[in-house]
């Protein structure tokens, strides 16, 4: 399973991800615990660059 987070009230969810990915405008506390840090962040289509680098 892979999930995109990007607050605080995301890093349990990250944590019990196979694949954790954080958005670039995450706190470091959340970029930290993730799998994958995007350059993107979620208003500048980060999911969109988490979908193309692992589902293509």
Avoid: W
Wanted: hydrophobic letters at 45%; charged letters at 25%; aromatic letters at 10%.
């Amino acid at each position: 399973m892979v999930c995109c987070g990007d607050s605080y009230n995301d890093i349990a969810m990250l944590q019990y991800a196979g694949l954790g990915a954080a958005m670039a405008n995450a706190p470091d506390k959340v970029k930290f615990i993730a799998d994958y840090v995007t350059e993107r962040d979620n208003d500048h289509a980060g999911v969109t660059e988490v979908i193309e680098r692992f589902f293509r």
